[in-house]
């Protein structure tokens, strides 16, 4: 697919064992308890922490959800925290509006787990979920490893009623690199995975429901456990598990494509 020109670009250089660049990610950290939603409002078992993510000897961004077996990790609102993981956002540092985003990631395999790189939209702290938006770019969950997922929620249609599509493939996801993207103008947003596209949505999409997609969204980026989504997980899911992003690209996409810096 041709580029259009590139706006920004994150491709974690900053060393072996550096956190995640503090000018462009924060953390949404804990259990959820502290945003009012524990479990992160489906049911999920990790606790997020500072220390899961951080760019590794290869130059991938890494981000870890281990499994705590000693206690070590405190409480989370289901008794003695069972998984650690991280949760990255540009909530109040770089949001979005337009263009073409796009990820190269590799997921891990375990039924259980679900990484996942969405947008949520700027007005979060004074509209409310889903009235703000949410523009989920990649999801996956291990339970589904053929299928990669693309979904918008918004007012009326949220949750298991959410707007999306799937691409469903040959062989698993799991430990391979692929290119996660979508194409958003106004009124549109498509999605692709290595530039073959499975899904779009316009308004009628979501008709006579409201599309709320023609603003600036901020990016987040996770590795959750279990959940709604993610599923009963296999009892020998590996202690330790790893989300590795290689870039993140955002580029500009049919003369659109804003970057703001809060």
């Known amino acids: 697919m041709p580029e259009d020109r590139l706006i920004w670009s994150e491709e974690f250089s900053s060393g072996k064992g550096s956190a995640p660049n503090p000018e462009i990610w924060g953390r949404d950290l804990g259990d959820g308890t502290s945003h009012g939603i524990p479990g992160w409002g489906n049911n999920e078992l990790q606790v997020y922490t500072a220390e899961n993510a951080f760019v590794n000897e290869d130059g991938h961004l890494e981000l870890e959800a281990r499994k705590i077996t000693d206690g070590s990790a405190g409480e989370a609102y ?3 925290v069972q998984w650690t993981s991280a949760r990255l956002v540009t909530k109040n540092k770089l949001h979005f509006q337009y263009g073409r985003l796009v990820i190269k990631a590799m997921v891990p395999a375990g039924v259980g787990l679900w990484p996942a790189f969405w947008m949520l939209g700027d007005t979060m702290d004074t509209e409310g979920w889903p009235l703000a938006g949410e523009i989920d770019i990649m999801e996956w969950v291990g339970k589904a490893p053929l299928e990669a997922l693309g979904t918008l929620h918004g007012p009326g249609y949220f949750g298991d009623n959410g707007c999306g599509g799937k691409m469903v493939f040959e062989e698993s996801l799991a430990g391979q690199w692929h290119e996660f993207s979508i194409n958003w103008k106004p009124g549109q947003i498509s999605w692709f995975v290595d530039d073959k596209e499975y899904f779009s949505a316009t308004p009628d999409s979501v008709s006579p429901n409201q599309w709320v997609y023609d603003h600036p969204f901020y990016i987040l980026l996770n590795l959750a456990v279990g959940g709604n989504l ?5 009892p020998e899911l590996p202690e330790s598990n790893k ?13 659109f494509g804003e970057l703001f810096e809060i």
Do not use: C
């Not at 993610?230 to 296999?234: A, C, R």
């Not at 989300?243 to 003369?255: A, N, Q, S």
């Open 78 to 80: 289901y008794g003695p």
């Open 230 to 234: 993610g599923g009963p997980l296999d």
């Open 243 to 255: 989300l590795l992003v290689d870039y993140i690209r955002f580029y500009e996409f049919e003369g």
